[in-house]
């Protein structure tokens, strides 16, 4: 990588408010010594699970609010994916009120859907895309693999 990565460059890619990324590093999510490409996915990931609200939760704009009990693991399994040699093009994030899933491919997906998730609801990140449209500069090592994968399918 040719230059550090600076918050305010890391929120640029993120294409979201440097906010975010001060509230990932005031909750440890990432450390501002170690920035990467890793960390945008973490913030643009934190940035949906903070302002999610599950039906039946009633929550107004001007309360601060407490983030969900179950961001540390939406973040860490999202943090894992990035990594992992399953990760496919078509890896969706399935974060759910009590819990989250990955599926790698469309296969898992309509599995996931038909069998698990029944009438519950979920919110799809496609981690998958997320990890190939990173900005040059913030590649993580998967990002040339799964751009060598054009068609979507072929993961099923």
Request: proline content about 5%.
């Amino acid at each position: 990588m040719a230059g550090r990565i600076t918050p305010a460059s890391l929120a640029t890619a993120a294409k979201l408010n440097r906010i975010w990324v001060k509230k990932a590093q005031d909750l440890g999510l990432i450390s501002q010594h170690s920035l990467d490409g890793e960390d945008v996915i973490v913030i643009q990931v934190l940035a949906i699970v903070d302002q999610l609200v599950w039906p039946g939760d009633k929550r107004s704009r001007s309360v601060s609010r407490e983030l969900e009990v179950g961001l540390p693991l939406v973040v860490n399994t999202a943090r894992e994916a990035i990594s992992a040699p399953e990760t496919s093009r078509t890896t969706l994030l399935w974060i759910m009120q009590d819990g989250v899933k990955l599926t790698h491919t469309l296969g898992e997906r309509s599995s996931f859907v038909v069998d698990e998730l029944h009438n519950r609801c979920a919110y799809m990140v496609p981690l998958g895309d997320w990890i190939t449209s990173l900005p040059a500069g913030f590649e993580v090592p998967a990002t040339s693999r799964l751009a060598l994968d054009q068609s979507p399918s072929a993961a099923a």
